[in-house]
């Protein structure tokens, strides 16, 4: 089937469905905004575009973002030149000109599936012109012209759908047979089926956490919730598995503090005031090498939106640095568009996109929640999922439910250092309540009866 595509300015074919303004928005997003290529990947081609420079750029884009470079108008220009087709596409000029003509990417892919459209209606009509063209001719089989343009007929069809994942219940047994010969094999070989989280009771009980599963850790302040997170991060690092940390909160400075006291056995005080003695400092640098050695990236970003997190965590997956997202903390996520949503229908919203970011990146995401003051009003101070903050969908979407409590915090006459993980709820498992110690100073947790000493 020959291209349905033209250069800018050619109108012998214009006849066929398309519209140069849509692709030209496009572009434009793309070069305006370096994550917006994650949205649209999976939906456009090169071909698919009815303008040829447009293609000829678009192409240029996909090139660039699949070597995990940043997409902007001097990286695409370069690779113009490098190619030698600069002067083809316009020039400099019109790179520049196609985004400076756009305002926002939020409607990208919404652009994206018009274009696919078009695309598929220019298909359709060539291959209802060939159907003809072979009806009319007498010296064709008519058993043979039908199968063939049926044939031509799905081909279109096949292409209507994204992301198609619908299969047969027989691929779908063999898939489980073969995922769990990998989980045998991973025991076997002594490896840890899921993401570990650092408590070993835990674990048992969950696997550790699993791709695209969502994982809320709830609790009222003071309970730990950040230090618990830290803890994990370092877990599934020491384990090997690049984390991406969204901290929403607090600084990259005052999480990189809290992993390196995590590592050192010193009092805090003398760390935070800088009066370390001449035998602290050589653990305060080892424990400096260790962290540096991890794969743990921090991204500080205040009033970001749950498709700025998979943007940014879909290009660090694709440089190997993203295989678990760590969020502190839902509440201050951004909804972005219609500004007339409660504040129960925008973490409902939130609460759908993690669960949807999850599934797209095939990997595990651990949320951080607060919990209700309600559970305060009780004489019984242990959460449950009704403490859940402002929406029911958090418990409707996730996947695992972990609540920190710590009876000291109420009760002075509680033993210090203990508290409770409780596994509220669990998707394909059992819950429960894990009892943990923790060391303070170190934000460091065990189960237990579990030593909180430095490894090191």
């Not at 519209?19 to 434009?28: C, P, R, S, T, W």
């Not at 700025?308 to 903390?329: F, P, S, T, V």
Request: one cysteine or more.
């Amino acid at each position: 089937m020959s291209k349905q595509r033209v250069k800018a300015g050619d109108t012998s074919s214009y006849s066929l469905p398309h519209n140069i303004a849509a692709e030209k928005a496009v572009i434009g997003m793309l070069l305006m905004e370096s994550t917006a290529i994650n949205d649209v990947t999976s939906i456009l081609e090169p071909d698919m575009f009815y303008d040829t420079n447009l293609s000829i750029l678009y192409s240029a884009i996909k090139s660039i973002a699949d070597r995990g470079d940043r997409v902007d108008m001097l990286a695409v220009t370069r690779e113009m030149i490098c190619v030698g087709k600069i002067e083809e596409v316009g020039g400099p000029y019109l790179i520049s000109e196609l985004a400076m003509n756009v305002a926002s990417s939020i409607n990208i892919a919404d652009h994206a599936k018009y274009i696919h459209q078009l695309y598929l209606a220019r298909k359709l009509a060539v291959t209802g012109q060939a159907i003809t063209a072979r009806a009319l001719d007498q010296t064709n089989d008519i058993e043979d012209i039908i199968a063939e343009s049926l044939k031509e007929l799905e081909n279109v069809a096949s292409g209507t759908c994204y992301n198609i994942n619908a299969i047969s219940l027989v691929s779908a047994a063999l898939r489980a047979v073969e995922r769990y010969q990998e989980r045998e094999n991973m025991v076997k070989c002594g490896k840890k089926i899921g993401v570990p989280t650092g408590l070993e009771k835990l674990d048992k009980c969950t696997g550790g956490w699993k791709p695209q599963e969502v994982i809320i850790v709830a609790a009222r302040p003071g309970m730990g919730k950040t230090a618990f997170m830290l803890h994990m991060a370092k877990t599934a690092a020491y384990s090997g598995v690049p984390v991406v940390i969204f901290t929403l909160e607090m600084s990259s400075d005052s999480l990189s503090d809290r992993f390196m006291l995590s590592e050192m056995s010193v009092i805090p005080d003398r760390y935070k005031n800088g009066y370390l003695s001449n035998e602290e400092k050589p653990i305060m640098c080892s424990a400096a090498d260790r962290l540096a050695s991890l794969p743990i990236s921090i991204d500080e970003t205040a009033g970001i939106t749950v498709q700025q997190i998979k943007a940014r965590a879909k290009n660090l997956q694709r440089k190997g640095k993203c295989e678990m997202i760590m969020i502190d903390y839902l509440q201050l996520i951004e909804v972005a568009g219609n500004q007339s949503y409660t504040r129960e229908n925008e973490v409902s919203q939130i609460s759908k996109s993690i669960k949807r970011m999850a599934k797209d990146l095939n990997i595990p995401v651990v949320v951080l929640s607060q919990l209700s003051r309600k559970i305060e009003e009780r004489q019984d101070k242990t959460p449950v999922l009704a403490d859940l903050r402002e929406s029911g969908s958090l418990e409707q979407d996730a996947d695992v439910v972990l609540f920190i409590s710590r009876p000291e915090y109420y009760d002075d006459t509680k033993e210090k250092g203990k508290g409770i993980m409780r596994l509220a709820k669990q998707r394909n498992g059992v819950t429960g309540d894990f009892p943990f110690q923790y060391n303070e100073n170190l934000t460091r947790f065990g189960d237990e009866g579990e030593k909180l000493e430095m490894p090191f």
